[in-house]
């Protein structure tokens, strides 16, 4: 038997045996309409939306709340860099992965992505864990708006800002969360709360921030409806995300986790594939075509 290094624990472990046929197999005696699916940034990556943690990526850290809250400049640098990477995320669409698993229709998707991009491709319902990046919400008076309409104010707050770049934004690199790096962010204006003057922050959980209890709770009684837990694309190194996994093993129900990369949850009792997300979600489609 193989080994595979465990970045995330620093050592090593045993390559788990089994494929994609093998789990999907022992799989479908439950219906997919009994399956619970979580889903991570693994799934998003054929979308052009790189993984922080997936591999080959590189060391990236991102801002927290605490940051964001406490320092003006810090926060002329997310807008600066979000109003950029946002350019992109709305040319960003569902791939085969999220439009396999809307045809399956799973009993529910929890996603800790904020790219939208499971409802985009018609699935439902979903639990956005980390929030939702097309959202903005007020920290003050609680007002949600667009993304659109603060891009728009952002435009013009910032008529000569790309102008005054010396860099191409074509050569920045994109963020899960939509973020660009981009080292020249002063000068940049924000757009405050037009109702209260408040801040505005992107409706999602920042490092540092907890998933709001209702979301958490509305997960739970999904996982907890379900009868099977189907984790995909993420090596869960947020404990937002174990939880629900953990729960799911706690109560006996069948766990598959699948991702090319190692996860928090391979000393669990769960059925373990590295293998890429659209891959398996193609198994898992002919198989209930087939039964079907
Ligand atoms: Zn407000």
């Known amino acids: ?82 109003w950029i990477g946002w350019k992109r995320m709305t040319a960003v669409h569902p791939n085969a992965g999220h439009r396999a698993l809307a045809r399956i229709a799973p009993l529910g998707i929890i996603t800790q992505n904020v790219d939208g991009l499971h409802q985009a491709a018609g699935s439902e319902p979903v639990i956005d864990l980390h929030g939702r990046l097309d959202r903005v919400v007020c920290l003050d008076c609680g007002l949600t708006l667009g993304r659109d309409r603060v ?23 994109t963020a899960p969360d939509g973020d660009v790096e981009l080292e020249h962010t002063a000068g940049f ?19 540092g921030e907890s998933v709001p209890r209702p979301r958490v709770d509305a997960a739970f009684a999904l996982v907890e409806e379900a009868s099977g837990l189907a984790v995909l694309g993420t090596s869960l190194a947020v404990h937002s995300g174990l939880r629900f996994v953990r729960a799911a093993v706690k109560a006996g129900m069948p766990v598959v986790v699948v991702t090319d990369g190692p996860t928090r949850a391979d000393e669990l009792p769960v059925l373990r594939s590295i293998s890429r997300v659209a891959d398996f979600l193609a198994v898992w489609e002919s198989a209930l075509e087939g039964a079907g």
């Open 1 to 82: 038997m193989g080994v595979v290094r465990d970045p995330l624990r620093g050592r090593e472990r045993p390559a788990p045996e089994h494929t994609d046929e093998q789990i999907v197999a022992a799989m479908t005696p439950i219906p997919p309409q009994r399956w619970a699916v979580l889903t991570g940034a693994g799934i998003s990556t054929d979308s052009g939306i790189p993984d922080y943690r997936g591999p080959g990526s590189p060391a990236r850290t991102p801002m927290t709340v605490q940051t964001f809250l406490s320092h003006p400049a810090q926060r002329a640098r997310y807008w600066a860099r979000g």
């Open 151 to 173: 891009q728009e104010e952002l435009d013009a707050l910032n008529p000569d800002f790309l102008a005054e770049l010396a860099v191409s934004t074509e050569t920045l690199e």
């Open 189 to 207: 204006r924000v757009f405050d709360c037009p109702r209260c003057g408040g801040l505005l922050k992107p409706d999602v959980v920042y490092f």
